[in-house]
C-alpha cells in the first residue's frame, strides 16, 4: 500500500501516437494515486546502440509498490516496443516482492501470441491477475466508444484493487 491510496502504475509502450492518449483515459477514469511510464523510442547509450534502459530499475521498483498495473503499447512487428521487452526481462529476472496485484492490458495492433505472452509474462512474474484485455486497431482515433472501453477496463481493475485492500482510499 503506498500513502494509504491504491498504488497504480500505467505503463505505456510508447510515448508517442494513440498509447498515452489511452493510457491518459485509463488513469483519469480512477482515483489517486498513480504513476506513468511512458517508454518511448529514445536510448541513452555510449558507443554501439544498446537496451540498457536506465528507467527500467526504477519502474520495477514501482511495480513492487503498485497494487494495480495498467499497461498499454503499440505492438511492433508483432512484439511489444523493445523498451517494454526490456522491463520485461528486468521484472521476470528480479521479480517484485510477492503480493497480490491486478493487471489490465490494452495493445494498439492486431492480436499477436508473442505480444500476449510478453504482456501475460510481465504481469505473471509482478504477481498480477490480469483482470481484462483490450486489443484496439492502431489506426483507430480515441472516438467516445473507445474511450468508455478504456475507463470500463480502468473501473473494472480499480474495483478489483480494492477488494485486494479494501481500507484504501478513498473510501
Known amino acids: 500500500m503506498h500513502d494509504g491510496y491504491i498504488f497504480t502504475i ?27 511510464a511512458l517508454l518511448g523510442d529514445v536510448l541513452l547509450f555510449d558507443g554501439p546502440p544498446c537496451l540498457d534502459d536506465p528507467l527500467a530499475d526504477p519502474i520495477r521498483a514501482d511495480i513492487a509498490d503498485a497494487e494495480l498495473l495498467i499497461i498499454v503499447t503499440p505492438l511492433m512487428g508483432g512484439g511489444i516496443p523493445d523498451r517494454l521487452r526490456v522491463l520485461t526481462r528486468a521484472v521476470v529476472a528480479t521479480p517484485p516482492p510477492a503480493r497480490p496485484r491486478i493487471a489490465a492490458l490494452v495493445a494498439l495492433g492486431s492480436q499477436h501470441t508473442a505480444a500476449l505472452v510478453s504482456l501475460r509474462r510481465l504481469c505473471a512474474a509482478a504477481g498480477a491477475t490480469i483482470v481484462g484485455e483490450l486489443w484496439l486497431n492502431a489506426e483507430d482515433t480515441l472516438g467516445d466508444d473507445t474511450r468508455q472501453q478504456l475507463a470500463d477496463l480502468a473501473r473494472t481493475a480499480y474495483a478489483q484493487a480494492r477488494n485486494l485492500v479494501p481500507e484504501a482510499l478513498p473510501q
Not at 26 to 36: G, T
Request: proline share 11%.
Open 10 to 36: 500505467g505503463i505505456c509502450g510508447s510515448a508517442s501516437g494513440l498509447a498515452p492518449a489511452c493510457l491518459n483515459v485509463m488513469l483519469a477514469a480512477m482515483p489517486p494515486v498513480k504513476r506513468a
